[in-house]
């Protein structure tokens, strides 16, 4: 469904991404590790666009997304998770949910609304419609981002360090969420730090460093056999912490 | 979308410069110079003014009376914002060269006030003495030019320079002869001897052949016929002796109710917040427009040309005093126009105010959290939605208040406004003191009228931030 063509992307004269390929299936959920500032995060904004890759294809459903005059209707189909959650400050929890797909004309206000409540009471968050984003902790902040993205019903969730920034009794509340998606048969692609949970949670793993993918696996490839030297050096470098 | 706004304004202004009709004789003056112009009871009257209500009277025209600074009055004629000007003005070549001057109407003796118990007992001991004069006054000339020694004191009015005088910042000052009678105080004295006589005359636009020839028959006929040196003797004397009831209820009499001065004060108080507000909602406008044209250039890089304007106006209006723009906009851009002196300073303040404006909500919009903004993107939210929903709602939370501080810097700007004879407060406290002859009470009023005009704006701004941010809890 998503397929990565050699993207390159460079900051001014700073090289971050060397020529990335990655085919996507759907149904997928694949794991992003590697060191810190290797390009992780860049390579998830330049999926959906958020930064403009110096060169390369993205093709997601057949269609390229570079230079495409459709790109904010494909968009939609592309969910993104911040790491720092990024809800809107002056809207409510609820106005956060239904804010794109009322302004977009997916679905009316109405229907919307009742899609919202839903989906919060599913995530035991129905009390906090009304609530505004700095009355909430950061496992509900997170959650409810998800959900922000969920409702417009993408094919695809790109998740840049979700839990990084939670106190650590909060990370299991946002983890269980994932897992619930996941089992709807979402396709995602996560970045984390938490090995475990990457280990555990994700079918594909793929080890990036210095802009290039120098591992691309199953979990039990990536963490119990690996054979890539940077991957033998990163991992044992984690293990000592 | 800005051109139109800004050709309706210039409309706007033109139509209401039509009301000029034919026959009205504009005179312009500068109205703190008794007896040849000064206020009373609400009126422009003196020396002067009866000259050209009998020149105003022999062309049949009535005769409208303009109170700008005295720097300003060439300028007006040469720019046929007013036909005549006449506030006791030396003949000299340099002005000679700009306007054609009147016969002499009166002999002025430029002389050398000093406390009594001064050493300088005759003009030529002036050396290397501090000195008070009137800006651009004969005095100045005179001491620039033959007395390079002397150091200057150049203040606005007559009566700042005397009031260096009681405070010893100055060891004289060099004046007219007749108003120097009417300021001076109980410890001063005129020394008899004049550093320089010349002679007052009125002005014309150059070629304004018809205005010229009636005005000289006119004050030919009044020299000859006595009726100056009569107007002379009626206006003089006419200074009221404030400095001897001293009571503070006595000047506030004297500065506020007496010859309805109140008026003055009601008057400033209506222009300075009509022009401020006037000036807000279109430094608002302007700086709205600057600031979304320099956005969208920003994020999708349309509009070249639109944006290299809208930094340019910042540029300029932001690196250049707001008095020089004032002046620019009446006396250079419309030029030759009879124009509202109230719009122009609406439209002056407002084109001033636009920059910082623009300012003011660029620095809004980049507080705005980036992460909030890719958000909106990555939901598929065009550009338009991400600003009108995410960006300007939280930006507006850092622009009100500063907007606040706008408004309230505007109030107090606007007092330049009295370079082209618009009355505000400021304004409206020189002209009371012009005729109390005490700068003192009436400055203390004015600014103790601003302090409150600004609390009381500074409070409702407060409110409405509380107000603001209440509605997100
Ligand atoms: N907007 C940007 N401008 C310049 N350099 C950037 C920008 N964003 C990221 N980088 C640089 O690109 C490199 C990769 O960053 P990032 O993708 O955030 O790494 P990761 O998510 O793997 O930690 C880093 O060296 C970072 O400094
Ligand atoms: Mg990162």
């Not at chain 1, 500032?37 to 570079?66: A, M, V, W």
């Not at chain 2, 001064?118 to 651009?136: C, F, N």
């Not at chain 2, 100055?170 to 007219?176: F, I, T």
């Not at chain 2, 410890?187 to 304004?208: A, C, S, T």
Request: glycine residues 6%; hydrophobic residues 45%.
């Amino acid at each position: 469904m998503l397929e990565i063509k050699n993207l390159k992307k460079n900051f001014s004269d700073k090289k971050v991404l060397k020529g990335i390929s990655l085919k996507v299936e759907k149904g997928e959920i694949i794991g992003i590790i590697g060191p810190s500032g290797c390009g992780k995060s860049t390579f998830l904004r330049c999926i959906n666009l958020l930064e403009k890759p110096t060169s390369g294809h993205i093709i997601f459903e057949g269609d390229d997304l570079i230079d495409n005059d459709n790109l904010e209707v494909i968009r939609r189909k592309i969910g993104m998770v911040f790491q720092q959650f990024n809800l809107f400050e002056n809207m409510t929890v609820l106005d956060n949910i239904i804010l794109a797909p009322v302004l977009l004309k997916v679905m009316t206000k109405e229907e919307a609304t009742v899609e919202a409540k839903r989906l919060l009471k599913e995530i035991d968050l129905l009390d906090k419609a009304s609530f505004y984003p700095n009355e909430l902790s950061g496992g509900q902040k997170q959650r409810v981002a998800i959900i922000r993205t969920l409702i417009m019903k993408p094919e695809i969730i790109l998740f840049d360090e979700p839990t990084s920034a939670l106190d650590p009794e909060m990370i299991g509340e946002v983890t269980q969420l994932m897992r619930k998606i996941a089992n709807d048969g979402m396709t995602m692609l996560i970045v984390s730090h938490e090995m475990n949970f990457i280990k555990n949670f994700c079918n594909r793993v793929i080890f990036m460093a210095e802009g290039v993918i120098h591992a691309d696996g199953s979990s039990s490839d990536i963490f119990d056999n690996p054979k890539d030297e940077h991957l033998i050096n990163f991992l044992s470098k984690i293990k000592n912490v | 979308m800005k051109k139109k706004i800004f050709i309706l304004l210039l409309l706007i202004l033109m139509v209401s410069g039509c009301g000029k009709k034919k026959e009205e004789l504009v005179l312009v003056t500068e109205a703190g110079f008794a007896p040849y112009e000064y206020y009373e009871n609400g009126e422009i009257v003196g020396v002067d003014i009866d000259i050209c209500k009998r020149i105003a009277k022999e062309l049949g025209m009535e005769l409208k009376i303009k109170d700008v600074a005295f720097d300003s009055i060439i300028n007006e004629v040469k720019t046929k914002k007013s036909d005549i000007g006449a506030a006791g003005i030396s003949h000299t070549d340099e002005r000679a060269r700009e306007v054609d001057f009147t016969n002499n109407y009166m002999e002025s003796k430029q002389v050398l006030v000093v406390k009594k118990d001064s050493y300088l007992k005759s003009p030529s001991m002036l050396s290397d003495e501090k000195i008070a004069v009137q800006l651009g006054t004969v005095a100045d000339t005179y001491l620039t030019e033959k007395v390079p020694t002397v150091k200057i004191v150049r203040e606005k009015k007559f009566l700042a320079a005397i009031q260096d005088l009681i405070d010893d910042k100055v060891s004289g000052v060099v004046m007219d002869e007749v108003p120097a009678k009417e300021l001076i105080t109980s410890d001063m004295v005129i020394l008899e001897e004049p550093l320089v006589i010349d002679y007052y005359g009125m002005v014309v636009r150059k070629g304004n052949k018809k205005l010229l020839s009636i005005a000289n028959k006119v004050i030919d006929e009044m020299k000859e016929n006595g009726s100056i040196d009569e107007a002379l003797l009626e206006h003089m004397g006419v200074k009221e002796n404030v400095s001897k009831k001293n009571s503070l209820i006595d000047k506030f009499y004297y500065s506020v109710i007496y010859d309805g001065r109140y008026k003055y004060i009601i008057e400033g108080i209506i222009n300075t917040i009509i022009i401020a507000i006037g000036a807000v909602i279109l430094g608002v406008l302007f700086g709205g427009i600057a600031s979304i044209i320099r956005n969208i250039n920003g994020n999708t890089g349309k509009l070249k040309i639109l944006n290299l304007l809208a930094k340019w106006y910042v540029t300029v209006i932001r690196g250049t005093p707001v008095i020089l723009q004032l002046m620019i906009i009446y006396y250079v851009i419309f030029k030759s126009a009879q124009v509202n002196i109230v719009l122009v300073g609406i439209l002056s303040f407002g084109i001033n105010s636009g920059a910082y404006v623009a300012e003011i909500i660029r620095a809004g919009i980049q507080s705005v959290d980036k992460g909030q903004i890719e958000a909106g993107y990555a939901l598929g939210l065009p550009y338009r939605y991400v600003m009108s929903k995410i960006v300007i709602p939280e930006a507006l939370k850092n622009i009100l208040p500063a907007l606040g501080n706008e408004f309230i810097t505007l109030v107090k700007e606007t007092s330049v406004g009295a370079y082209i004879g618009i009355i505000e407060l400021t304004k409206a406290s020189d002209i009371i003191a012009s005729r109390t002859y005490d700068y003192f009470f009436p400055l203390i009023l004015v600014a103790l009228i601003y302090l409150l005009i600004t609390l009381v704006l500074t409070k409702v701004f407060n409110t409405m931030e509380e107000r603001l941010n209440h509605a997100r809890d």
